[in-house]
């Protein structure tokens, strides 16, 4: 008998309240891996965070240790060895010759048994799906039975690699799994993700390229316009009062400094120094008169006399 991934607890409290966990709910490069691997585009996957081949029902409190990784469910070595054989193909095939891991028959379905990360020694429980018995399973938990899970077995053993420990002294969870893991970590930089069509890609480059030729031509033809305006302005500086610009009043400011004080100074010396020549004239003949009216009276005072 085959066990759900709801049949396993940390108690003896069972509910039929179970929670859904997605296996992956975000991009990472271990996503990455299955983009790569899988015959996927580039971002392939998100659009299977809520697929059901993402996702199965736990209880409430187990949820907590399949992410992280405390607990994985692993598929059979079979299943296992298909997958491999499925990245490999994939790995030495042209990237459009690709198969999807979700577009293979014969790797829908698995059978899985618990991985157990070593620092997790707490008793777990297991419910029988017909008769509902419990039992419960101490460390190193070797009386588990197998299960049967709605994800699908790619997703599952991505899952299951974060339990994977790469040290010489640890006991791998699957030989299998471990190869999978290793050829992940050896060639994940070999392998791009498949792109979108490249047509598409080359008409956007295109595009873009046209946008960008065009936005210089504009630049271009606004510069030329924006230059022959300004000589415009300035040979004709007082043809227009709505023009505030500070270039505009700079040169105003400056004439009035220049120009002002030169006709002042024009003015003030002009008649200063008409004023001096006809005063001085004024004076002499001033003294000439003076003098002649004394002396006509003095004449006029002898001749009386």
Known sequence: MLYRAEDISLSEDF?????????????????GNLER????YEHGFRKYFK????????????????????????????????????????????MSERRRFDEVPHLQTST??????????????????????IIRHRHPYTTLPKFTLPVH??????????????????????????????YHALFRS?????????KALSVTTSTSSSSSSQSMVFTAASSRS?????????????????????????????????????????????????????ATRNLSNGAKSSRRPSEHIHRLGVRCA
């Open 37 to 40: 691997f899988g015959g996927l």
């Open 112 to 133: 899985y048994s618990i991985g157990v990360d070593p620092c997790f020694q707490k008793d777990l429980f297991t419910r029988h799906p017909l008769t509902g018995k």
């Open 190 to 198: 070999d392998i791009p993700p498949r792109r979108r069509l490249t």
């Open 153 to 182: 077995p790619c997703i599952a053993a991505l899952r299951a690699g974060s339990l994977i420990s790469f040290s010489p002294d640890a006991s791998p969870i699957s030989k299998t799994l471990f190869a999978i893991a290793k």
């Open 226 to 278: 924006s230059a022959s305006a300004v000589p415009s302005e300035s040979s004709n500086p007082g043809s227009s009062n709505q023009d505030t610009g500070r270039p505009r009043k700079r040169k105003l400011s400056t004439d009035s400094v220049v120009e002002s004080p030169r006709a002042v100074k024009l003015q003030r010396r002009i008649p200063c120094v008409a004023g001096a020549s006809s």
């Open 15 to 31: 509910t039929s309240d179970v929670v859904n966990v997605a296996l992956y709910d975000k991009e990472d490069f271990v996503v």
């Open 51 to 94: 697929s059901p081949l993402n996702i199965m029902k736990v209880q409430p409190g187990m949820a907590r240790f399949f992410r992280p990784s405390y607990l994985a469910f692993v598929p059979a070595e079979e299943t296992l060895r298909d997958i491999f054989e499925l990245y490999k193909a994939n790995f030495h095939c042209d």
